[in-house]
């Protein structure tokens, strides 16, 4: 069974950066999805980007790709979110999942069968 683990959420000023990170466990696959997604209570989840474990191609929320990027050390089978220039908005629960393998991966949350606890991120203005 896959288990997620994400880290690295907290409390920013607007302008700060964090880096997510999501050490998965019990994977039995070689070629799989990992993507980032968030959601504000209430509202529906949001993919924010995924990557390919094999091709390491990326898929980014077009609202997003200037700030954000991810990445994936297959070495640490950990995905990383790197969030620069902050904003109120991007305030969220931020869950990592894995899904089944595509060329370029998606960010609808109904590909992903496999998810994290999620962590807070928190940006003050």
Known sequence: QVQLVESGGGSVQSGGSLRLSCTASGNPWSMYCMAWFRQE????????ASTNSYYGTTTQ????????????????????LQMYDLKPEDTAMYYCALGPHEYSCSNNYRKYDSWGQGTQVTVSS
């Open 61 to 80: 929320a077009e609202s997003l790709k200037d700030r954000f990027t991810i990445s994936l050390d297959n070495a640490k089978n950990t995905v990383y």
């Open 41 to 48: 209570p209430g509202k529906e989840r949001e993919g924010v």
